[in-house]
């Protein structure tokens, strides 16, 4: 399932300087692994509160972790559960491709082209004052769109993510920048989107 030969950098046609891509699995290897985390991983929907009400999240999530390592964002709990086999080699494969060791991971689920995630930037305090994400897409390719946040000098731009690639983005760019995959409605597939994270538990 994991190619054997470390995988050169994808060329970006919207080059940003904290961000590295890489086709991280074939198309065959990436749809063998889609199918098998679409039905086994125990999706739930979660919830997020916004100017005191309660929202459903439009895209479905699970969180895998290392013991003790919680996930909350805006109120919203996830269950943690344990490393499956093929979870557990990805983080290995990605920490040999990109240098970094990584205690979590988010795994989205976009059941079609209306599900998306907003504007924002992964920069709670648990993720420490220099998160690194590293972010492997499955399934239909979507768009992943970036902004500078106030005060940064740079330009919005996007760039389509498809099935096998592994986006890598390296500190500052949750400090600086905002990134959101909008919803597209014309596309009718599915997309799995798996997020590694190093959490720093807070006291
Ligand atoms: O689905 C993606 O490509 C991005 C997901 C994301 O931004 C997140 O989980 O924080
Ligand atoms: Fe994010």
């Not at 050169?8 to 919207?14: E, R, S």
């Not at 459903?56 to 805006?74: E, K, M, N, T």
């Not at 005060?151 to 400090?175: D, K």
Request: proline content about 9%; glycine content about 6%; aromatic content about 10%.
């Amino acid at each position: 399932m994991l190619a054997a030969m470390t995988p050169a950098p994808l060329i970006l046609p919207a080059p940003h300087p904290l961000l590295n891509c890489w086709r991280l699995l074939d198309a065959a290897a990436a749809e063998q692994l889609f199918h098998a985390l679409c039905a086994g991983i125990p999706w739930t929907d979660g919830s997020y509160l916004a100017a005191g009400r309660r929202f459903r999240l439009p895209r479905q999530q699970a969180w895998f972790s290392d013991a003790g390592i919680d996930y909350r964002y805006a109120q919203n709990l996830l269950n943690s559960h344990g490393w499956t086999p093929p979870l557990a080699a990805l983080r290995e494969q990605v920490a040999q491709l990109t240098g970094h060791r990584f205690n979590a991971v988010l795994a989205n689920l976009y059941r079609d082209g209306e599900d998306h995630v907003g504007w924002h930037a992964d920069d709670e305090a648990d993720l420490g004052p220099a998160p690194v994400i590293a972010s492997l897409s499955l399934g239909a390719t979507r768009a992943f769109h970036w902004r500078p946040k106030p005060g940064v000098a740079g330009a919005a731009a996007s760039l389509p993510l498809e099935a096998g690639t592994l986006l890598l983005m390296r500190a500052p760019f949750q400090q600086q920048w905002e990134h959101a995959v909008p919803a597209e409605p014309d596309i009718a597939g599915a997309r799995l989107n798996l997020t590694f994270r190093r959490v720093f538990p807070q006291p």
